[in-house]
């Protein structure tokens, strides 16, 4: 029941406490009456007042959450995918192997000659165990380890040594510029300045300076198809 202050030029304000409703006011004037023109009835009317007070009105009660709703209400800040975790561990590509980042520690550089346990182990904590791994015999460099990661990474390793990396069509993994499987032949020249392409048996294929793989076309639209570096198991 709410509570209004209504002004009397005779007596003063007086407080009167009102139900919404088209009911008359004459029980209100009845008790405002009794409260100025009687003062003993003063306490009496405090009390109702504080009576009035702690009732909710009807706009309160429409408005009341249940406990149940207000619990299982999520708030709408909450984002429905957060993706991947900043400084998650990366692998990056280089003309002289690999460099692992992130994951809260240095950037770790698996350069050519690394031990292959120390290479498998580093890269499988990024990319998980190998999907195929075991000796190729018959390599133009003669037999290699190869192992070959979901991502579209392949590993070769030569007396137990790390040495090259094969980066196959739709890999997401890059150079440090950026330069990748996808990747235009415009965007590998802006990187690479020096890059050459010719045509070999194996089709447009590109040399950037210790970076090797092959393209669609020679035009500045052409995209890379497969990057490698090192020592790999192709045929020619």
Not at 116 to 141: I, K, S, Y
């Amino acid at each position: 029941m709410p509570c209004s202050r209504r002004p009397y030029a005779t007596y003063g304000p007086a407080f009167v406490c009102t139900r919404r409703s088209s009911r008359t006011d004459a029980a209100t004037l009845l008790w405002t009456d009794l409260v100025m023109m009687h003062p003993r009835y003063v306490l009496l009317a405090a009390a109702l007042l504080a009576a009035c007070g702690s009732e909710p009105s009807g706009d309160a009660v429409g408005r009341s959450v249940p406990d149940s709703a207000a619990a299982t209400a999520a708030p709408d800040s909450v984002p429905q995918d957060a993706g991947p975790a900043r400084g998650a561990p990366a692998i990056t590509l280089a003309a002289d192997g690999l460099e692992l980042s992130g994951g809260g520690g240095a950037p770790r550089r698996l350069a050519f000659g690394a031990p292959r346990a120390r290479v498998l182990a580093d890269v499988g904590a990024v990319l998980g165990e190998p999907r195929e791994q075991g000796m190729q015999e018959e390599c133009p460099a003669g037999p290699l380890y190869q192992a070959s990661y979901a991502g579209g990474l392949q590993l070769s390793f030569q007396d137990s040594a790390f040495v090259g990396w094969f980066a196959q069509e739709g890999s997401a993994l890059r150079t440090a510029p950026g330069v990748g499987p996808g990747s235009t032949l415009g965007e590998l020249k802006a990187a690479y300045p020096a890059t050459k392409v010719e045509e070999t048996s194996l089709g447009h294929e590109f040399d950037a300076g210790e970076l090797w793989g092959i393209v669609t076309d020679t035009t500045g639209a052409g995209q890379v198809q497969v990057m490698f570096a090192g020592i790999n198991c192709i045929f020619r």
